[in-house]
Structures are given as C-alpha cells and as structure tokens.
C-alpha cells in the first residue's frame, strides 16, 4: 500500500469522525467504549479498497454499528450489577452534537439516553439511526444485518417500549444559564429556600458514583429533598472548590474542582421557569475524559 493510498484512508476516516463519533456515543452512552469502537472501525477500514466503496461514511456507520451492537450484548449484564444509580458518561456538547445534529440537542440529553436503557441492542440501534440520524429502513436493515421489514418491525417495538411515536425533540435551551446561575449562588450561599425556588416541585436528582464514591443510591425526588441533599453536598466541598459553567450532552452543566481534581459533573434538564432534574456524575471513571481535556465546551 502506498503513502498515497495510505493517506486517503486517514482523510476519509477522519472526515467522518466525528459523526461516527456521535452514532457510537449514542448507541453505547459511554465516550471511552465509543472511542474503542471507532478505533477497531479504522482498523477494518485502513486495508479496504477505497475504490470498492460507493459511500464512506455508509461503509463506516454500518461497521461502528456491529461492534456497537456486540459491545452493547455484553456491557447489558455490566449494567444490571452496577452499584447504585447508573448514568452515562458526560461529553461535551461540541463532540455530543457534531454540526450536522447542532439542532438535536434531545438526542444526547441525558433523559434521552436513560430512556434508550430500556431497548435491547438491536431495538436501540434502529431507533437511534432511523429517528436520530434520519435513516431509511433499508439502510438501517444494511447496518445491523436484518431486513427492511426487521427494521420497521424494531422500532415500532422500540416506540413502543419508550410510551410514545418518534422520541427525539428539537428544543432550544436558552433558559438554562440563568436558572444555573441561580442554583449555584444558593448553592455556594447554603440557602435551602432560595436553592428550593430554582428547583421544579417534582425535580429529580439522580447520582452517579459507581461504587467509587459516595453518592445516592436512589433516584430523589421533589424540591425539599433535592434542595437538601445539594446543600449537604456544598458543605461537605473543600474550601479550595472551583466551580466552571460549561454544557454537557447539549445541556447546561458545571463541573466542580476540589483542590485542582474533577470530583463532579452536574448536568441540568430545565423547563422555562425551574430546573426539573439534576444529574450528578461522581464515578472517577466517567470523569477521566472530562479531566483529561484542558478545556470543555462552554455553549448549551
């Protein structure tokens, strides 16, 4: 193989990269098993024949596809032994929403991907790649190995499972910064009332510390025991804390730092009054990406 031929895959793979990126994220929930998936699809994809291919980046979905699909056999036993509360890993907007899906900023929300925990492998690739990336069933059928008629068939059961039609919304999220503005300063002040008034009356929090770290090892819900538990949490910080606004998954977040080390990632649904969940990542293992960049997207 020459530099040439050599060099074309490497354009050709890298182009596509961030897409695949956003396909894998969305079928695994997890940045590291995605990155793992798009690694081995460059190993497959480096000794093809360019000039064999009619569509790369058709060619390279369908190939992320399988290895998501057997990643995600094995990783459904993982998550029923979890300890605690399961969430999926953080990831910056700009990665979560590559230009193309800029607009979808519902299809990397954390409620989004906490809903898609409900399918089998199979049912939550058809759905993601027919409702979120736009796929025809024909084409959703090439990627996973099963006919049209499968397809259609998968996601219907998938609808099904999920209470409703076609899941995947486009809504903006420009509210969000003032309503976190608000959290924070009642949170840094330890005011529980005025923390309780940014929060929905039906506002849950869920924690994520893997077994790792302390965290809750149930879904909360409601003002008053939210407001409390983000108290406690603000109490027990070190007094070397910094706090930095950035957006996760589409969606407002912050991240806290005690004594320079990413202990937290606080990732906010709201509506155009209150916030009306909080997810708190505290696994070390679902920071590490965050951690290791110098910095993270600041838009939501």
Known sequence: MTTTEVDRRAKAFSEQRPYLFAVAYRLLASAEDANDALQDAWLRFSTVDLESIESPRAYLVTIVTRLCLDVLRSARRRREEYVGVWLPEPVPSNEALPEELVEQTESASFAFM???ERLNPVERAVLVLHDVFDYSHQEVGDAIGRSPAASRQALRRARKRLGGSKQVARRPSGHGRELVARFLE???????????????SDVVLMSDGGGQVRAANRPLAGKGLVSRFLISMA?????????????LNGQPATLAYED????????????????????????????AGLASRTTVDTAF
């Open 114 to 116: 906490l809903l898609l």
């Open 186 to 200: 009642a949170t840094r002040s330890g005011d529980v009332d005025q923390l309780a008034r940014a929060l929905a």
């Open 235 to 247: 109490r027990m910080a070190t007094t070397d804390t910094r706090i930095e606004e950035v957006g």
């Open 260 to 287: 320079g080390v990413l202990t937290n990632a606080f990732i906010f649904d709201a509506s155009a009054t209150a916030i009306t969940a909080v997810y708190v990542v505290r696994n070390p293992d679902k920071l």
